[in-house]
């Protein structure tokens, strides 16, 4: 199974609660960010950039696990930054677990190996690693040498202990989508629970030489598209034809709602037009059908998972051969 029947449940419970509720608009996964530390420039990273002042900030344990509590969305995503450099790493993890949260690590893994004794193997807990490509590409993104072999080593030392691994690839201008097969064969090889891959997009000025395009998106992933059927792609047939151009989708923003140590960061993960101090502002104050209907001139050629796979999920009911065709789908 490409997603687990817990998981499956928690996320069709939670959004059976809302819409009994009358809830129109409600998250379905927290991006936590606890620090904006990291231990790599990674070309790519609009983060970089964007809190270059606020690099040594961080939140409190508390106000992490008050997030978790106060969206009450059943996956929580602990991503930055680099996650591993967050002092209270393994007992936010923990307790977001004892809270019944599924979550998903995200790290470049430069550090994953020497943390692992700080988590426990758990049916909800999963690592994220990043590999963009394989080791020449992979370490010129992120600008040091030997990052790819030493993610790797962590993905192969993580797996023997037992725990669940998946990896999310961006692709980029450059990539090779040829290198990207390799990539997926080589991780398939050290049984890697998961792939994800996303398309790169200029959310911010800065680097936009190495971002794609519609055109561009779409003519790389006919090739991804292909692979989906040999590999265990968590990127949903809906989203994939999306990325082809073969499907339009409207935007979930608040789908993926984002908290980092300036607050709640709206509209989306990507865009930023303000940081409230509360949820609820964040979800009162944010003009959610601009950004639905994508008339922001920066979200035209937005097509990154974090927005359009909750559209996914919640249009679900909507057809009977939909919902068959993620449920075999899911079962491959």
């Not at 809302?18 to 070309?43: D, Q, S, W, Y």
């Not at 609820?280 to 998972?305: F, I, S």
């Amino acid at each position: 199974m490409r997603f687990s029947i817990r998981l499956t449940l928690s996320l069709f419970t939670h959004i059976l609660k809302n819409k009994i509720a009358g809830n129109g608009r409600f998250p379905l996964v927290l991006m936590l960010e606890p620090t904006h530390l990291c231990n790599l420039r990674c070309e790519g990273c609009g983060r970089i950039r964007e809190y270059s002042a606020n690099q040594k900030d961080s939140m409190p344990l508390e106000d992490c696990l008050a997030a978790v509590e106060v969206t009450g969305a059943p996956v929580v995503s602990i991503c930055g930054g680099e996650p591993l450099l967050y002092p209270q790493i393994g007992e936010l993890v923990q307790e977001a677990l004892k809270r019944g949260r599924h979550i998903i690590l995200c790290t470049n893994g430069m550090n994953l190996e020497d943390n692992l004794p700080k988590f426990r193997p758990h049916p909800y807990f999963n690592l994220s690693v990043s590999l963009d490509g394989l080791a020449r590409f992979h370490d010129s993104s992120r600008g040091r040498q030997g990052v790819y072999e030493l993610a790797i080593k962590a993905i192969k030392s993580a797996k023997e202990e037992g725990f669940k691994v998946i990896t999310n690839t961006t692709i980029y201008k450059e990539t090779d989508v040829r290198e990207i097969e390799a990539l997926f064969e080589g991780l398939d090889a050290l049984n890697v629970d998961g792939l994800l891959v996303t398309p790169a997009y200029p959310y911010q000025p800065g680097g936009e030489g190495i971002f794609l395009d519609r055109k561009e998106i779409h003519k790389k992933f006919e090739y991804i598209i292909m692979l989906s059927g040999r590999y265990r792609l968590l990127s949903t047939p809906p989203y994939l034809r999306f990325l082809k151009g073969d499907l339009d989708l409207r935007c979930t923003p608040w789908g993926n709602v984002t908290i980092n140590p300036q607050g709640w960061k709206g509209p989306c993960y990507f865009i930023t037009e303000a940081h409230y101090k509360s949820f609820g502002e964040l979800m009162e104050q944010t003009d959610w059908e601009k950004y639905e209907a994508r008339k922001d001139p920066r979200c035209q050629n937005c097509m990154v998972h974090s927005g359009f796979e909750p559209t996914v999920i919640r249009e679900l009911g909507d057809s009977c051969s939909g919902l068959w065709e993620m449920i075999k789908w899911n079962f491959s």
